[in-house]
């Protein structure tokens, strides 16, 4: 993981601020946005009250899936995994996310950055029209695919704050 800002993120005021102007903005493809739309957002996919209990958000501050390397994956799958806050299977997901593999399965360069949100869309469009086809294996595939954008999409939200979770009355209830 990086130290300090990252991306497009300054801090004023002690708030980050997204900057507007002066960066590559990234753009991604009609149909990765349309598998993104369709997949949606999972909020409790991470339990952030317990990231904030293990104190992890410097681990995952500044943490940006448009821009990661499959290394940087790996290695926060694996701390998540031991955490006890992705399942094994998720993290495996996860790790073994990149596009550039040599003929045996190995990596050629765990260091390239890629988009990870990018990555895990298009992956799952392949699997769904490959479960269309009736490819069982695929089927099965599905809901892990989804649950590692889930997770992306909750530690990019989760970096992005500032490390603690506000309480929430959900869950309670009480009779007056």
């Given at each position: 993981?990086?130290?300090?800002?990252?991306?497009g993120?300054?801090a004023?005021?002690?708030l980050l601020?997204?900057?507007?102007g002066?960066?590559?903005p990234v753009?991604?493809?009609?149909r990765?946005?349309?598998?993104?739309?369709?997949?949606?957002?999972?909020?409790?996919?991470?339990?952030?009250a317990r990231?904030?209990?293990?104190?992890?958000?410097?681990?995952?501050k500044?943490?940006d899936?448009?821009?990661?390397?499959s290394?940087?994956?790996?290695?926060?799958?694996?701390?998540?995994r031991?955490?006890?806050?992705?399942?094994?299977i998720?993290?495996?997901?996860l790790?073994?996310?990149?596009?550039?593999f040599d003929?045996f399965?190995v990596?050629?360069?765990?260091?390239?950055?890629?988009?990870a949100?990018?990555?895990f869309?298009?992956?799952?469009d392949?699997?769904?029209?490959n479960?269309?086809?009736?490819?069982?294996?695929?089927?099965?595939?599905?809901?892990?695919?989804?649950t590692a954008i889930?997770?992306?999409?909750?530690?990019?939200?989760?970096g992005?704050?500032?490390?603690?979770?506000?309480?929430?009355?959900?869950?309670?209830?009480?009779k007056?």
């Amino acid at each position: 993981m990086t130290i300090g800002n990252t991306g497009g993120w300054t801090a004023k005021a002690g708030l980050l601020v997204q900057n507007t102007g002066g960066g590559k903005p990234v753009t991604h493809s009609a149909r990765v946005k349309q598998m993104l739309a369709l997949v949606g957002t999972n909020p409790n996919a991470l339990n952030a009250a317990r990231m904030d209990e293990q104190k992890i958000f410097r681990n995952v501050k500044g943490f940006d899936p448009e821009n990661v390397s499959s290394k940087q994956l790996g290695n926060l799958s694996a701390f998540l995994r031991g955490r006890g806050l992705i399942s094994d299977i998720t993290s495996m997901t996860l790790m073994n996310a990149g596009d550039k593999f040599d003929r045996f399965g190995v990596q050629n360069d765990p260091d390239a950055k890629f988009n990870a949100l990018e990555y895990f869309a298009t992956q799952l469009d392949t699997i769904q029209n490959n479960s269309i086809k009736g490819d069982k294996y695929a089927v099965g595939l599905i809901p892990e695919y989804k649950t590692a954008i889930y997770v992306l999409q909750n530690l990019a939200t989760y970096g992005k704050g500032n490390g603690t979770t506000a309480p929430t009355d959900k869950g309670v209830s009480s009779k007056a």
